[in-house]
């Protein structure tokens, strides 16, 4: 059934983003149908951008934002029209005169007519906001209506408006979230922790990783997630150092870890979460050294995720902690600065300590800002996941260390006060998931 309402929020990210940009057309572009194979098709999922500014869930749309003399701007819409012959195969779609109401838009028209009615939306434009590169057919489109709009100028003395890419805007309003993205995301949180607690509940030596992964994705789907936040990642064993394993046709064996790096997306926000833990009962001893290490590592991480922080320093204290602990287990020799300088750490962590979590995952928004690692400030959400691999050809560590990958991931909000680990029911202390084992 399609939704007949929808919240107010998309309409007010539009008043912000128009408030700042004034003088801009944006050109926002639904996400296509991607072919599977032959004429099936993948399940469709909204380009985020587009589903922030608007919440229609349908492809090959478009959103334009637009400068106009009567408000401040107007919302146009551009839809796949009525088709009750392709909806009764493919399903219902709004069509123009239900989006107009639906999405609260200015104007809405069939998209066979975006071509020629585009240039009235650049009436009272400065630049064009539209991200070129993606999609060479739809570049090619945009490109000849701003050239015949500026031919039609006349002798104006105007030159071809300018072409900006909307990600850097939109993508500073994305890195803040508010209280309805918190609550979508603490719920991703919520249902991805029932998941991986299960799933340390029910492993057991002889399951395959695949029964694991339909595990998972079985519990996001029954408590509401619409769908994975990415592909879940299980990982036995040494299939644990490849960092995004997919593979998933293995028996998980007894004195082996298991790696799962799974999550849901609800209401288009994720969750992303690492655990690491013994097929059997216990970690032997060997990876409960390596396992402290990394633990130690992440919470240090964690403890330094308050407003004023910056990324790039927790990044650097996390490495730190892992270096010295390499150092103290015979993987690495040398000076600890020296190794963290040169970079040679990254044979056992290859990966960055955080990433911006949001509708994307590894979402938009700046890193730096002026050269420097942007400060953290109360909104802002993302990962801490320290790890620790030892590739398959590292025979001398894999002597001193039979246990080849270990993550922990958590996510974090920034408060006024500190920060919030939103995956903080997930346990992750040897002990706690002991219990459970
Ligand atoms: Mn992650």
């Known amino acids: 059934m399609l939704p ?24 926002l572009p639904a996400a296509k149908e991607a072919v599977r194979n032959l004429d099936v098709i993948h399940s469709f999922r909204q380009e985020s951008n587009f589903f922030y500014l608007c919440g229609l869930e349908e492809p ?18 551009f839809v796949l029209p009525k088709d009750l012959e392709k909806e009764m195969w493919i399903g219902e779609r709004y069509g123009v005169e239900n989006a107009k109401k639906v999405f609260d838009a200015d104007e809405v028209y069939p998209i066979s007519e975006f071509d020629q009615k585009l240039p009235e939306f650049l009436k009272n434009s400065e630049q064009v906001f539209y991200r070129v590169g993606l999609n060479e057919n739809l570049d090619r489109k945009i490109f000849a209506v701003l050239e015949k709009y500026q031919k039609n100028l006349g002798r104006s003395g105007k030159a071809l408006l300018p072409i900006l890419d909307p990600t850097l805007p939109i993508g500073e309003m994305r890195i803040f979230k508010n209280s309805e993205e918190i609550s979508f995301m ?10 991986h607690k299960t799933a340390m509940k029910e492993i057991k030596p002889g399951m395959n990783e695949y029964e694991i992964e339909a595990l998972l994705n079985y519990i996001f789907k029954k408590h509401g997630c619409q769908r994975l936040a990415y592909p879940s990642i299980v990982a036995g064993g040494k299939n644990a150092a490849c960092l995004h394993y997919q593979m998933h046709n293995e028996p998980l064996k007894e004195g082996d870890l298991v790696l799962i790096d799974a999550a849901g ?16 009962k216990h970690y032997s001893e060997k990876q409960s050294t ?15 995720a308050k407003p004023k922080t910056k990324l790039a320093d927790i990044h650097k ?38 990433h911006w979590l949001g509708m994307d995952v590894h979402d938009v928004g700046l890193y730096t800002l002026n050269g420097e690692s942007r400060i953290l400030e109360p909104g802002m959400t993302f990962t801490i996941e320290p790890g620790f691999y030892i590739q398959p050809n590292d025979t001398e560590a894999l002597k001193l260390f039979p246990c080849q990958g270990i993550r922990i991931e958590d996510d974090i909000l920034i408060t006024q006060q500190g920060c ?18």
């Open 60 to 77: 090959d749309a478009f959103l334009v934002l637009a400068p106009s003399s009567q408000s401040s701007h107007k919302t146009i819409l």
């Open 420 to 437: 919030e680990i939103l995956s903080a029911e997930a346990p992750k202390t040897r002990e706690d998931i002991e219990k459970l084992r």
């Open 186 to 195: 603490k719920r991703a949180c919520e249902i991805s922790t029932l998941a």
């Open 4 to 27: 007949t309402q929808i919240p107010d929020f998309f309409k007010n990210r539009r008043n912000n983003l128009m408030t700042k940009y004034p003088t801009s057309t944006f050109i």
């Open 317 to 354: 204290h996390v490495c730190e902690i892992l270096i010295d602990g390499f150092l103290s287990l015979g993987l690495l020799s040398g000076d600890p600065a020296e190794i963290l300088k040169s970079g040679s750490y990254k044979k056992y962590y290859p990966h960055n300590t955080s």
């Open 265 to 280: 997306e609800f209401n288009y926000y994720p969750s992303d979460i690492t655990r690491t833990f013994p097929v059997g």
């Open 290 to 304: 390596m396992y402290d290490l990394v633990l130690k590592s992440q919470l240090a991480g964690i403890a330094m």
